[in-house]
């Protein structure tokens, strides 16, 4: 994703889902990255598995260390780390709030 496309994305407002906890919270990628979410664009790319966590839960519990960290293979994963990696590979689509008019 190339940096216009990011721009184009930095004041819509997105649905955060903590992948840990499942605390959800309707921000801006500013306002999220202010509260301490580790999202994109601020922490990761949009696409990319890497964590997706509130400001009160651990990157060691998502899908990306459960990837990357333990080693854990893809078939071994849970059916809620296989739902959240479909939600990452199709972001910022899939977690884009309708905005009202």
């Known amino acids: 994703m190339n940096q216009e496309t990011i721009d184009a994305f930095m004041n819509r407002r997105m649905l955060h889902i903590c992948e ?9 990628p500013q306002e999220a990255y202010d ?6 664009p601020f922490m990761g790319s949009f696409g990319i598995v890497s964590p997706r966590t509130c400001p009160d839960c651990m990157m060691m ?28 590979i199709r972001e910022p689509e899939s977690i884009l709030v309708e905005e009202e008019e």
Not at 20 to 28: A, D, F, I, N, S
Not at 35 to 40: K, L, M, R, S
Not at 63 to 85: G, N
């Open 20 to 28: 840990v906890c499942g605390r959800t919270e309707v921000l801006t």
């Open 35 to 40: 509260a301490g979410w580790d999202y994109p």
């Open 61 to 88: 519990d998502t899908v990306w260390a459960a990837i990357t960290l333990k080693r854990i293979k893809p078939d071994e994963l849970s059916q809620q780390q296989k739902q959240t990696i479909k939600r990452i």
